[in-house]
């Protein structure tokens, strides 16, 4: 069990500069965590180099980006990309000519999911397939980046893959139940996880969400020799996520999302990166505040830990600054309703009993139960609901600065990092936006 180590103090000033270089491994996909590190690296001065999961051919098969795709994918990210596919996974691997695993659940009904079992043999083919395929491209990608960063430059990769969900129907109307199911449409996180389906999916986020940093760590190894023996620094973080600390009932409190079934994958992710730590390898994981993004729009409820973060803005930064946020806010609510209400409501959810009695760091994460995934959904589509555009929410203001300073903490600590696991909390981010360092975020 990884020890609780929130950041306290705000990390000093990198040694990164103008013409050093910021590598995402994982593609960019709208707005979310890492565009906080790619506007914090390009307000230094840093060169963006992002990488691609490819995309699948009419046949199934993995392709680099074709030109049209590559030049929207370069645009949105506003920098090159080295264009080798890194998809990593097994759902899609085929093997002696057997259906893949995404195949083969194409015929599963929603009556019969849980008898499907796949035996730990299929598995574990099918993954070392998806393995030595990831870890090839890879190595191909290195190659490029060899050839594109020169020596005595300092280097930060940002790992930013992430997921692992099996690609399927099924798959996915199993997850709305279990994520957005409420009465006869409830499904308990604990039967899924235990099920057939479950015990893939466990394997795939592991693979998705935490193996593939180890193997950037090693495939990178005479990559990092050779910066280091020209006088740069390598450096590696990763987002993670492990429950955060915000304001409930006037004080700071650890709390999680309910349920998080990726959460096991993270906590493999921080045990790989204290592994290579211990060795002398700078690599940490950062474990981030809840946002709200397109790739968490499947749990609904996440975003309810996101408004608190306008208290901790207040007693952090000052009432200046929280003034100007909260105007912005209120400007989304409808007429009648206060930013004051939606925070009221917001607490009562975080401080019910039914959470307390559920919510555990020992023994996190947490599967849900059907009382509280009803009361989660009642408070979300309640929050929801005193906006006067669902398309203008706040959660997706307070996003928006969560994303910036969280990429702005974890560039700058990631030059001297203190750990190889760190949490960001709502009460770091309302003292950046209190220092100079935060400027521009708000």
């Known amino acids: 069990m990884t020890n609780y180590r929130p950041m306290a103090e705000l990390p000093e000033a990198s040694g990164y500069k103008a013409g050093d270089y910021l590598v995402l491994v994982g593609e960019l ?3 979310g965590y890492a565009n906080g590190l790619v506007e ?7 060169n963006v180099i992002g990488t691609t999961m490819g995309r699948r051919g009419g046949d199934g098969e993995l392709r680099p980006l074709n030109a049209y795709e590559l030049a929207e994918a370069e645009a949105l990210l506003g920098a090159q990309i080295v264009n080798v596919p890194l998809e990593a996974g097994f759902d899609m691997e085929t093997i002696d000519g057997q259906a893949s695993i995404a195949d083969q659940l194409k015929s599963v009904r929603s009556d019969t999911w849980d008898q499907i079992r796949f035996s730990d043999a299929s598995i574990e083919s099918a993954s070392r397939a998806g393995t030595l395929r990831f870890r ?27 997921g692992g969900f099996p690609r399927s129907r099924i798959f996915m109307l199993l997850l709305n139940r279990v994520f957005k199911g ?3 449409k409830y499904l308990s996180s604990r039967l899924l996880w235990e099920s057939g ?3 893939l999916c466990e394997a795939s986020f592991n693979e998705v969400s935490a193996d ?3 193997y950037l760590l090693e495939e990178t190894s005479s990559f990092r020799d050779r910066i280091a023996g020209s006088g740069g620094r390598v450096r590696y973080t990763a987002y993670g996520y492990h429950g955060s600390s915000v304001l409930v009932g006037g004080e700071y409190r650890w709390q999680s999302y309910i349920p998080y079934m990726p959460g096991w994958a993270k906590m493999r992710l921080e045990d790989i990166a204290e592994e290579a730590f211990n060795k002398g390898i700078m690599a940490s994981v950062y474990n981030c505040p809840e946002i709200q993004t397109n790739s968490s729009a499947l749990f609904l409820g996440v975003e309810i830990s996101l408004y608190p973060l306008l208290d901790a803005i207040r007693r952090e930064a000052g009432e200046q600054t929280a003034t100007k946020v909260e105007a912005c ?10 930013v004051a209400h939606l925070l009221e409501r917001a607490d009562s959810y975080l401080s019910s009993p039914i959470l307390g009695q559920i919510i555990d760091f020992t023994t996190w994460p947490q599967h849900n139960s059907r009382e509280q995934a009803e009361l989660m959904l009642a408070s979300s589509s309640e929050l929801m609901g005193m906006h006067t555009d669902q398309k203008q929410l706040i959660c997706a203001e307070l996003s928006r600065i969560v994303f910036l300073s969280t990429g702005r903490l974890m560039l700058h600590a990631s030059w001297k990092p203190a750990a190889p696991v760190i949490w960001l909390n709502h009460d770091i981010i309302g003292r950046l936006l209190a220092d100079s360092r935060g400027e521009g975020i708000v």
């Open 197 to 199: 389906i479950g015990r």
């Open 212 to 214: 593939t940093f180890r």
């Open 182 to 184: 409420t009465g006869d």
């Open 29 to 31: 996909f709208g707005r």
């Open 329 to 338: 806010c209120q400007a989304m609510l409808k007429p009648g309703e206060t």
């Open 40 to 46: 914090e690296a390009r307000r230094i001065g840093m």
């Open 136 to 162: 090839k491209n890879l190595s191909q990608v290195v190659s490029e980046l060899e050839k594109i960063i020169p020596a005595g430059s300092n280097v930060l990769f940002s790992y930013v893959m992430a």
